[in-house]
């Protein structure tokens, strides 16, 4: 009865790479992402939809100029613009990654029941060579009326994983969620 006991806890647990920032930052992202939905916050998808129908047509895009009945000198200006259009569509994919993506891991949607008209972006930093992850949880809107302040940790992912690369889901859950919770209690912005 322990041995099964044992195995269920062991499938539960997170295990990392100690030597590796990405493995490490993957499995923390991934906890929040887990903490802040189970905060009652629902994921907004629509900015990962839109960036994989928009990835799909410049695939759609590159295919059509690759396989057009037409042999080269014939079909030239076509490949023109099938280049051209595959080339302003990836511009167009870069610049939503960089303006509205950035470093979130998390976009939501306002808790059901909220006052607040605003969902929550989740954003982390784990710079390489340095073991200080930063978690932001910004206001999705912050033009709003009802936008909180963003708040921010910084700790040592020393703090959260065993010397064997197992995360303590305790300890960080605790973390995240007095963030979440600074997060409600900050004041929402006045409008000037």
């Known amino acids: 009865m322990e041995e099964k006991k044992t195995e269920s806890t062991n499938k539960n647990v997170k295990k990392a790479n ?3 920032h990405h493995s490490i930052k993957h499995i923390l992202d991934e906890s929040v992402s887990d903490i802040v939905t189970s905060r009652g916050y629902k994921e907004d998808v629509r900015l ?3 960036k994989l129908i928009l990835g799909t047509i410049i695939i759609v895009v590159a ?3 690759q396989f057009y009945n037409k042999k080269f000198p014939e079909n030239r200006d076509f490949l023109i613009g099938c280049i051209a259009l595959y080339v302003v569509l990836n511009a167009v994919l870069q610049l939503i990654l960089y303006t509205k993506e ?4 998390l976009f939501t ?3 059901e029941g909220s ?3 605003t969902g929550l ?4 930093k784990l710079p390489r060579f340095s073991d200080q992850y930063t978690l932001t949880i910004d206001s999705a809107d912050p033009k709003s009326i009802s936008a909180g302040k963003s708040v921010q940790l910084t700790k040592s992912v020393t703090q959260w994983f065993t010397k064997d690369g197992v995360l303590v889901e305790g300890l960080f859950w605790k973390d995240v969620e007095a963030l979440i919770k600074n997060y409600a209690e900050e004041e929402p912005k006045k409008k000037k």
Do not use: C
Not at 102 to 105: E, L, Q, S, T
Not at 121 to 124: A, D, G, L, N, T
């Open 63 to 65: 295919l059509v100029a």
């Open 48 to 50: 990962s939809n839109l």
């Open 121 to 124: 972006v989740v954003s982390s």
């Open 18 to 20: 100690l030597l590796d």
């Open 115 to 117: 006052f607040t008209s």
């Open 109 to 111: 949607y306002p808790p």
């Open 102 to 105: 950035k470093n979130a891991i």
